[in-house]
Structure formats: C-alpha cells, structure tokens
C-alpha cells in the first residue's frame, strides 16, 4: 500500500525522551503490564457478550437427518427460469408449469421435478450481500463472509466432526465433481475427499503395480519410522493432520465400504431414471446437446453415488453441477442444465424415498446466489444476491410448501427473508446439531456454527 500524501510523515516531536533511570524504567513496566492484563480482559469480556448475545436456546425439533446430499449448482442458478418464474419483461422465454404445491409454478425444463413437488420445500427468499463468486461460494458453504486469514469451516466439515463413526471406514464428507470448501481451522481431518469422476471408483485406491499387501505394509512401517523422526523434532498440527490422513486412506483402501464409490453394477435402468445417456433426447431443441449429454452423465452419476455412499452411512455428499453463469445465451443454457438437474434430483428423491432413506437423509439443491431479474444485451441475467432460491427434501422437511416471496418483478424479497445462516441453522438442527455452539479458533476467538443463524421456521417437522 503506497504512503498517503500528507506530512505527518515527517514531523518530528517537540520534545524527545531523555535517559530513563530503573525507577523509571519499573515504573513503565508495571504500567504496560496493567495495560495488557486490562486489554486481555476487556477482550474476554467483549467475547464473552458476544457469545451471551447470540447465546439463543436452539429450537426444539426432533432430529430426522442423519446424512445430508447437497447438490451444488455452481455459478449462480436463475432464480426467476427455475423455482421462482415471473411474468412480465422480466419473466424470460421459458413456459411455466403448475406442481403439487398450490400457487407454486416452476419453469418447463424442471417437469420432473413438478412431479415430487409434494415432497420440497422452496425457499423463494434467501438472500445475501455477496455477490462475487468466490466469496458467495465461501459464504453459502460455512455461513461467513471471507475474512482475512480465517478459514472457516464448511457446513460438511462440521456434520463431519459432530456425526463421526468410528464404525465407517470411508470419509465423512465426500466431494464429488469439484472440489468443495474445507474443514478451516478443525483440521484436514474433516475436509472433503474429492471424486473428480463419479463413473469410476476414485483414483489410487489400489496398491501400485507390483505392490502386494504385505509390501504394501513395510513401506508404511518404512513410512512411519521416518515420519516419526522429524514428528519428534518438528511435529505439530500439520503433521498431525498428515498423519491422520494417511491413518484414513489406507483404512480406505482396505474397506468392504469401498464399493459404494462404484456405480457400475447399477442397473441401466436406474442410470436412465438419473439421466445417464439421455441429455440429448431431452434436450431437442439445444443447441449444444452434445455438452448436455455430458452434464447429464456426470451430475446423474454424482447423484448415484451420493445415494450409494449415504446407504453404507457416509453423512455428508456434495455433488457439483456447473455451467449456471449464464451472463450470456441464458435461455438456451438454463434448459440444458435443468435437463441434468431435474431428472436427476427427482430419481434421488425417488430412489431414496423407496428404500427408506429419503427420512433420514437431507436433499438440498442451491447456489451461491441468483441472476438478474432484467435480462442483458446478451440475452443473459447478471449476478443478483438481493433474492434467490434453494430446494430443500427429506430429513423432517415438510414438503409440499413454499417458504418466502419476491416481488412481482423478482426485484426483492417481499415475504419472510431467509439468511444463509439461517439456512446453516436449519441444516445443522435437522442433522441434531446444536448450530448455537461456539468453537474456539486457534488464536482464542469464539466462533459460532451458525454465525447467528435461526431455524427456518415451518420448515421441519
């Protein structure tokens, strides 16, 4: 940062300090020491009324969640071509569709949706202040805005840390299709494991070409002995989360639990329910159905093994679909999207909800904010995190309701504004955790879960 222009820079004191005898030498010492003892317990002080003020009994709702399936909409989602359509200049060129919830339309390219509308509950009215990528990816995962040097937790690191099972070989918190947002200041014990291609089972999960198992084990008892030479001299917090991890992936490699990562005995029909294979059948009037069919196979696939690892109680699953940016051509991309989307979240639903699972496990469908009610001169919507949409099923949410409003011309939020905390807030007490907690961070500052947040109300029951 360059120095401002002003000469205070150069000014020089009147009168300068002289030769500082003990007495007074003491006399500063105590001083200062005051000082600091009064700083640090005004400090407490402070975070201890910080802590009281936000210190609200959490609401009483019987906890049915016991995994959660995020489904992750990268780029921002039109709000207004999805669960929020309007009339009017602003509406766009998509048809509207009447679903099982009385008063609620949804646009034409989510017709499979429509159909298990009974069972979602549409928030019309979340809203935040962010409206740059990277911090409203930020924002919408741990419920803060970036904050210089820390690092905050992510919704699925914290279910991570409070839902562990020592029973589970496999990671607490899978990321599947793109990388997620990390544990912060727990730990990497509680960040995400990455799967950059559901169709095949993750990558390095099996010993290297002519490693056997018992190989196998005297390089990591080579391993161990080296690393427990420098953990002695050096050891702290990164070693100790090294450590954990390798502790993890080679339980990994070694699991029965493995196979849930592999689709590939899924049946064909179960892959077309998810809209494996069919993207351009769906999309004939795309114009570029080759990408769609793409973005069908990888988000119905993500979908599958989000299914597969919350069946064998892995309790937290992002899935990742990308593309929903749409500053330009938006009308024709919105469609192509939906045509992964729809199919796909409607067959989780389904699938789930056949086996017993939809209950106990929580399906979430958002971005990290909406687009622009006026359309562009690139027939596009522009980033707009004054009001936008999040689906919520299963877990104890009521379904067959729409929580919130926007005005008619989707410029805001006119009924019943949703925070991101306060959707963190209703994750987390669905899943029986108390989002009122405070962690400590590693420089003593009290961190609470859900950063103020409340329950949506109405929303479980």
């Not at 499979?112 to 509308?117: G, I, K, M, R």
């Not at 919105?334 to 789930?352: H, K, N, Q, R, Y």
Request: net charge neutral; with cysteine; proline share 7%.
């Amino acid at each position: 940062m360059e120095p401002r222009n002003c000469d205070c820079h150069d000014q020089k004191p009147d009168i300068l300090p002289g030769p500082m005898d003990r007495r007074d030498f003491f006399k500063l010492g105590i001083g200062g020491a005051l000082s600091l003892a009064l700083a640090s317990r005004m400090t407490s002080s402070l975070f201890a009324d910080e802590k009281n003020r936000y210190d609200k009994p959490p609401v009483q709702v019987t906890p049915k969640a016991k995994s959660v399936i995020l489904l992750w909409m990268d780029g921002g989602p039109s709000q207004m071509d999805t669960f929020d359509p309007k009339s009017g200049a602003n509406g766009g060129t998509l048809k509207r569709i009447k679903t099982k919830i009385g008063g609620c339309d949804f646009t034409e390219p989510l017709g499979p949706l429509a159909d298990v509308s009974d069972r979602l509950a549409v928030i019309r009215s979340l809203n935040s202040k962010e409206g740059n990528h990277q911090r409203a990816r930020y924002l919408l995962h741990t419920g803060y805005p970036p904050t210089g040097t820390l690092k905050h937790p992510s919704t699925g690191a914290i279910v991570s840390l409070k839902k562990q099972n020592p029973d589970l070989d496999l990671p607490h918190f899978v990321s599947i299709n793109n990388p997620s947002f990390g544990a912060g200041f727990l730990g990497v014990s509680y960040g995400p494991f990455v799967v950059q291609d559901p169709s095949r089972p993750p990558d390095n999960v099996a010993y290297a070409a002519g490693v056997d198992a018992e190989r196998f084990d005297r390089r990591m008892k080579l391993l161990e002995k080296a690393d427990g030479a420098f953990a002695a001299s050096r050891g702290g917090v990164m070693t100790e989360g090294k450590d954990a991890i390798y502790e993890k992936s080679v339980k990994l490699m070694r699991s029965p639990m493995l196979k849930a990562f592999d689709i590939a005995d899924e049946p064909d029909s179960v892959k077309k329910a998810y809209g494996i294979g069919d993207g351009v059948a769906a999309l004939k009037e795309g114009k570029n159905p080759q990408r769609a069919a793409q973005q069908s196979d990888r988000f119905g696939a993500g979908a599958i093994m989000a299914r597969r690892l919350v069946e064998v109680g892995v309790p937290f699953v992002e899935v990742t679909l990308g593309g929903w940016d749409t500053h330009q051509d938006n009308f024709t991309r919105v469609p192509e999207l939906c045509g992964s989307l729809a199919p796909a979240m409607a067959a989780l639903i389904a699938d789930l909800e056949e086996r017993n699972l939809l209950e106990s496990t929580l399906v979430l469908c958002m971005g990290e904010f909406g687009r622009s009610p006026r359309i562009n001169p690139n027939d596009g919507r522009d980033h707009f995190p004054n009001c936008f949409s999040a689906v919520m099923a299963g877990g104890g949410v009521r379904g067959g309701q729409v929580i919130g409003k926007t005005a008619d011309d989707g410029m805001s939020v006119v009924d019943r504004p949703c925070g991101v905390p306060d959707l963190i807030a209703t994750i987390c007490t669905a899943m029986g955790i108390d989002h009122t907690e405070w962690f400590q961070t590693p420089v003593g500052r009290p961190i609470q879960i859900a950063n103020k947040g409340t329950v949506i109300e109405g929303l479980l029951g």
